[in-house]
């Protein structure tokens, strides 16, 4: 696994695994902007669908997705040097109320007119205060808890490779992180 710096200041960053093309956050990007892909998605998850969101058009699933995609995309990638990426990511777990070592965040858009977004981005805090940190994957949230799928259940599984993988790196905190980027 590598790292690619999104914003190009050392804020932001996504991982690139082994074997992948790209960082998984354009990944994300490009996926959730793929008609057939979503096409696809919906219909596996449609009771999901119905049941939580109380959408029952596969078609206005897709075109919500494609553009709650394009805001989040434009919140992620024009990131002015002075915005604050804490006011974007929160904790994975809702019920976190102090900061830890790699935490484990989210992000999804917030102030929708009388709806809820279910795309999500997750990632690793590296720097309390900060605002430091690394995307790990992403997923369209569909139930409750992550726990309930299989796709959203991967996603826990990733962060938590990522964050393994930084503690054997011994990387603990932003500045490991650059150290480490810099050997390798």
């Not at 596969?58 to 915005?83: Q, V, Y």
């Not at 992000?107 to 279910?118: C, D, F, I, Q, T």
Request: hydrophobic content about 40%; some cysteine.
């Amino acid at each position: 696994m590598t790292f690619d710096d999104i914003t190009e200041d050392g804020r932001l960053w996504a991982v690139r695994y082994d074997g992948d093309e790209d960082n998984i956050l354009y990944s994300l990007f490009d996926q959730w902007n793929d008609v057939a892909w979503l096409r696809s998605f919906f219909k596996a998850n449609s009771k999901d669908l119905e049941s939580f969101f109380k959408i029952t058009n596969i078609n206005d699933a897709i075109t919500r997705t494609i553009d709650d995609s394009e805001k989040l995309e434009a919140i992620m990638m024009d990131i002015s040097p002075e915005a604050n990426l804490d006011l974007i990511f929160r904790p994975l777990s809702n019920s976190r109320i102090a900061e830890c070592l790699l935490g484990k965040e989210k992000a999804r858009l917030k102030n929708l007119v009388g709806r809820s977004s279910w795309l999500r981005i997750y990632a690793i805090k590296l720097a309390k205060g900060k605002g430091v940190y690394v995307v790990t994957g992403g997923a369209i949230k569909l139930t409750a808890t992550m726990q309930e799928r299989e796709h959203t259940a991967a996603e826990l599984a990733k962060i938590e490779k990522v964050r393994n993988f930084l503690l054997d790196e011994k990387i603990i905190d932003d500045e490991s992180f650059i150290e480490y980027i810099a050997e390798t």
